[in-house]
């Protein structure tokens, strides 16, 4: 662990002590406490009013009883979450994941993360994250139908799109985003677009937002390589998952040249060398929701499927870990290090270890932190809440373009924030200085509330 500036190790030692067993949140505020030095070295008024011992507090967390029907006619008990943890730079913006794994720790982390991506995309957007413990695995239409309606009439009450605009995350996408609008809108009386993003285009959402993320992550590892004068043609990459985020990431390698040989989901990997063909992976995991398995079955010669093996032992060129939270071990770290990787992108939320992520920046491989990297799904997020205000509708080709100059400026301030602080090339000290800066000079501002 890098050293916490000593001013900040009473601040953190309580924030640890008030929040115990909460490991993921402790993970992600220790990360950013040890970029905080620098920034109160030169700056120390930023220490002042308990500024930082409000930013590591939610403004608002919301627990709640989520009670549903089954097909056979059982009543189903999940817990609902909602934190809404920082709204210095606009409403709470962030998603809601439905997962067994979710607990109030793994909701805060997310939600502490979310509002300096947020900060980072330069839009106004404030940090929020929720979801519930519910798994949607095996479930029915129906079930899902039901559980989404019970999550949104308890949840709906917190929402608006000046107060709370939630999205997805693991285990909410499309389908589900419609039937909690269809639930909000129903309940609530109000066509109130601007609710809820990741929606429909039929019904307000934005193009582009479904690709966002993982197309946004590429375009950072491609200003990322573009630093040292390279970029993804011919390069061998592999992207772990293969959900939402997983999928276009594997596209947009494709458009850039590169060639993507293996994806995962949470039983195994698959291995390809031609290239994974994106046509079947959507086929499999959009269309038939079936599991990443059924690839080698259907493609054929060429591919195979490792079941419980580590993805990160495939040799790669670049690495873009886009599954879950510490998916990526200081070992495996260890192993791409060996296998001569040079960029690593983080598409999902804290995918590596604080461990690895030292392995990675001690071996000079180019690393984009998450809040940065994946930022470009939220962007696009209010990108979408901007055209639900103005009643409009962009084309593709103009979000994407507005998307891929959004993570440009993201990358730059990041890296020139590191290069001013003395530490060029460490993305993570400049994403985490960069989105702490805007949110504590909107906190300042507002005085102590
Ligand atoms: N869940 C996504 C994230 O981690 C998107 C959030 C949103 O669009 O509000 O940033």
């Not at 008990?77 to 997962?99: C, D, E, T």
């Not at 309606?149 to 285990?171: C, K, N, W």
């Not at 990322?224 to 985020?245: I, P, Q």
């Not at 989901?265 to 269309?287: C, H, P």
Request: hydrophobic share 40%; proline share 3%; charged share 25%.
């Amino acid at each position: 662990m890098t050293k916490i500036d000593e001013k900040l190790e009473p601040i953190l030692a309580e924030v640890l002590r008030r929040n115990a067993g909460e490991l993921e949140f402790h993970q992600a505020v220790i990360e950013v406490m040890e970029s905080l030095g620098r920034v109160i070295a030169k700056k120390p008024h930023y220490a002042d009013h308990a500024l930082i011992e409000r930013l590591c507090e939610p403004e608002r967390q919301i627990i709640f009883r989520v009670p549903w029907v089954d097909d056979a006619g059982q009543v189903q008990i999940n817990r609902g979450f909602r934190v809404q943890f920082n709204s210095a730079l606009g409403p709470y913006k962030g998603g809601l994941r439905f997962h067994p794994s979710v607990n109030l720790g793994i909701i805060k982390f997310l939600g502490f993360e979310q509002i300096f991506k947020n900060a980072l995309t330069g839009l106004p957007i404030g940090g929020g994250k929720g979801g519930s413990d519910f798994n949607p695995r095996g479930r029915s239409e129906g079930e899902i139908m039901r559980f989404c309606q019970s999550f949104m009439t308890e949840l709906q009450r917190h929402l608006g799109e000046y107060t709370d605009v939630p999205a997805g995350d693991i285990g909410v996408g499309g389908r589900e985003i419609g039937y909690l609008f269809g639930q909000f809108k129903r309940l609530t009386n109000r066509y109130e677009a601007g609710v809820l993003t990741g929606k429909g285009l039929v019904y307000g959402g934005s193009r582009a937002r479904t690709e966002a993320t993982g197309f946004g992550a590429t375009y950072f590892v491609s200003s990322m390589l573009a630093t040292r004068s390279m970029d993804f043609e011919g390069r061998k990459c592999v992207v772990s998952g293969s959900g939402n985020v997983a999928t276009y990431t594997i596209e947009k390698i494709r458009q850039f040249g590169g060639i993507v040989i293996a994806c995962s989901d949470s039983s195994g990997y698959i291995i390809d060398e031609d290239g994974i063909d994106l046509e079947l992976l959507k086929e499999i995991k959009q269309v038939r929701r079936e599991r990443i398995s059924q690839y080698v079955q259907m493609k054929g010669a060429g591919a195979r499927y490792v079941e419980d093996g580590s993805i990160w032992d495939v040799p790669c060129e670049v690495a873009m870990p886009s599954a879950t939270q510490n998916e990526l071990t200081g070992k495996d770290a260890s192993t791409l290090v060996k296998n001569g990787v040079i960029a690593v992108g983080e598409g999902a939320n804290m995918p590596c270890t604080p461990e690895a992520v030292r392995i990675f920046q001690g071996a000079g491989v180019l690393f984009g932190p998450g809040k940065a990297a994946n930022a470009g799904g939220v962007a696009t997020s209010a990108l979408e809440m901007q055209q639900n205000a103005s009643r409009d509708s962009w084309s593709f080709e103009k979000t994407e373009e507005r998307l891929a100059g959004i993570m440009r400026n993201i990358h730059d301030n990041c890296a020139e924030t590191a290069e001013e602080y003395g530490a060029p090339g460490d993305y993570v000290l400049g994403a985490n200085i960069v989105g702490f800066e805007r949110v504590a000079a909107a906190m300042t501002a507002f005085g102590v509330i």
